[in-house]
């Protein structure tokens, strides 16, 4: 189960104008994630957050995600699905990641991810537990 892809480029605007044809045309698919500056920040397409999407971002912060991400997809893709404010929230949670990563703040880069990642298993075994998921 795909959560999302997270690709890296040098050149965001050109990378962000060729997503937005290219997934727009052909899967209806538009930016659900946004944040940074034009030429270093991160974008992600898709038609909502409990389906699968892509994200682009620096090739840096890419591989950061694809390293860190893996073992959570499933978990976030229950959250999205059955949880209303999680998208605001997850958007609001990669933000500060993302800030703590510009400001060079390791230490508060990794506190936030943990943060993160520990709400989304959270968040899970709670809806696994209730009566919707049954």
Known sequence: MIGYVTLGSDNMPRARA???????????AK???EFGDEEHGFTMW???FDKPGLA????VLSALVENTSGNTVRARLWRG???PDADARTVTEHRLIYEA????DSERAR???AAHILGVED????LASSPAVS
Do not use: F, K, Q, W
């Open 111 to 113: 506190l936030r991810a």
């Open 46 to 48: 898709g038609t909502g």
């Open 101 to 104: 990563i510009l400001d060079r």
């Open 56 to 59: 682009v971002t620096n090739p």
């Open 18 to 28: 060729y997503y937005d044809e290219l997934l727009g045309s052909s899967v209806g």
């Open 123 to 126: 968040a899970v075994r709670a």
């Open 31 to 33: 930016r659900i994630m």
């Open 81 to 83: 699905r059955l949880d």
